[in-house]
């Protein structure tokens, strides 16, 4: 039902509207629904990619999600803004041009994730041709990797800056979307980026108790961080990292990228600054945030509690798991 449902959302230019109307409608012109190269779009093809894997290759709906997902590539191959290779700066720090919101290298990573998926997938002789999509991962990825901050000696050493000169902490998919890539496409260059960022951001990103959001600027050769903010921290800023050190385990088979993925995950059984549990093992909810050390919201929205449960859900495969 819910592959049905994303397969519905589809608009003529391939693209994805996000919301309905109580009546059913497909609501069209809302800022946060239009079938625009844009986050819901990327999703659905992660999700295509996903189903494919999980549904019978009889089912029809594996060709539904073939052939609407040939639709949503086609439009993304197309785009010219994604052709660019001009580079821009904020604050001393340079960026790519060609992402997506112009250097969104949180929303390029999920597309990236979603072409890995689609070219293992589709046959030689598919209608979107393989090495165009490869050309285009490379490009993508080529961008994100620029937007890597390599600072020995600094807690932002690692990092993958988000947008512009700007990191925070949602949706920072960006170690585990170019492991996935560079697997695919046999990339070194993608994969010892993303272990980059793994081995020391992420630890240095633990010892100060996480953050929210930090901006960067550029003098000379040294690299500042500035208006860093602690609060709010939400599960759908530590999943991403859980998942990027679980792929790292998986692909190296190093035991300390496991212990590095359990080590973030506590962050929901308490260890954080709060010193409190934020996933509720009686309910399976997640709860939204928290927005100081002495104080969590206890909302349990649908945004948390699913980032919690595919953060547990995906250590629950490596539970046995020993040094």
């Known amino acids: 039902m819910l592959i049905?449902?994303?397969?519905?959302?589809?608009?003529?230019?391939?693209?994805?509207?996000?919301?309905?109307?109580?009546?059913?409608?497909?609501?069209?012109?809302?800022?946060?629904?239009?079938?625009?190269?844009?986050?819901w779009s990327w999703r659905a093809l992660w999700a295509f990619g996903e189903a494919i894997y999980l549904l019978d290759k009889n089912d029809p709906l594996v060709t539904a999600i073939k052939t609407q997902r040939e639709t949503l590539v086609?439009?993304?191959?197309?785009?010219?803004?994604?052709?660019?290779?001009?580079t821009d700066t904020t604050?001393?720090?340079?960026?790519?041009?060609?992402?997506?919101?112009?250097?969104?290298?949180d929303q390029a990573s999920i597309v990236l994730i979603?072409?890995?998926?689609?070219?293992?997938?589709q046959p030689k002789e598919s209608p979107v041709r393989s090495d165009s999509i490869v050309?285009?991962?490379?490009?993508?990825?080529?961008?994100?990797?620029?937007?890597?901050?390599?600072?020995?000696?600094?807690?932002?050493?690692?990092?993958?800056?988000?947008w512009?000169?700007?990191?925070?902490a949602y949706a920072n998919i960006q170690a585990f979307g170019l492991l996935t890539a560079g697997q695919s496409l046999k990339d070194t260059a993608m994969v010892n980026s993303a272990l980059y960022e793994i081995k020391n951001f992420y630890p240095a990103l633990m010892a100060k108790g996480g953050l929210n959001h930090f901006m960067l600027r550029m003098d000379g050769d040294s690299s500042l961080m500035y208006d860093?903010?602690?609060?709010?921290?939400?599960?759908?800023?530590?999943?991403?990292?859980?998942?990027?050190?679980?792929?790292?385990?998986?692909?190296?088979g190093q035991f300390a990228y496991l212990e590095e993925a359990r080590a973030l995950a506590s962050w929901f059984s308490g260890n954080n600054p709060a010193k409190t549990p934020m996933y509720d093992p009686a309910t399976g909810r997640g709860y939204d945030g928290i927005s100081s050390p002495d104080q969590i919201n206890k909302n349990a929205g649908a945004e948390s509690t699913i980032e919690?449960?595919?953060?547990?859900?995906?250590?629950?495969?490596?539970?046995?798991?020993?040094k």
């Open 4 to 39: 049905k449902f994303l397969l519905a959302m589809q608009a003529p230019n391939g693209y994805y509207y996000n919301f309905i109307w109580p009546d059913g409608r497909i609501h069209t012109d809302g800022n946060t629904t239009k079938a625009e190269p844009n986050f």
């Open 74 to 86: 086609r439009s993304i191959l197309a785009e010219e803004v994604f052709r660019k290779s001009e």
């Open 91 to 105: 604050m001393g720090c340079t960026f790519p041009t060609w992402l997506p919101k112009y250097s969104g290298t």
């Open 114 to 121: 979603g072409l890995a998926w689609m070219i293992q997938q």
């Open 135 to 162: 050309h285009f991962m490379r490009h993508f990825a080529e961008g994100v990797r620029m937007m890597q901050v390599r600072k020995p000696g600094t807690l932002q050493d690692g990092a993958f800056l988000s």
């Open 164 to 168: 512009e000169n700007v990191w925070h």
């Open 228 to 252: 860093a903010q602690p609060f709010s921290q939400i599960a759908y800023g530590v999943r991403p990292m859980v998942w990027a050190c679980l792929k790292a385990y998986v692909m190296t």
């Open 308 to 322: 919690a449960l595919l953060t547990l859900q995906a250590l629950e495969e490596f539970s046995t798991h020993q």
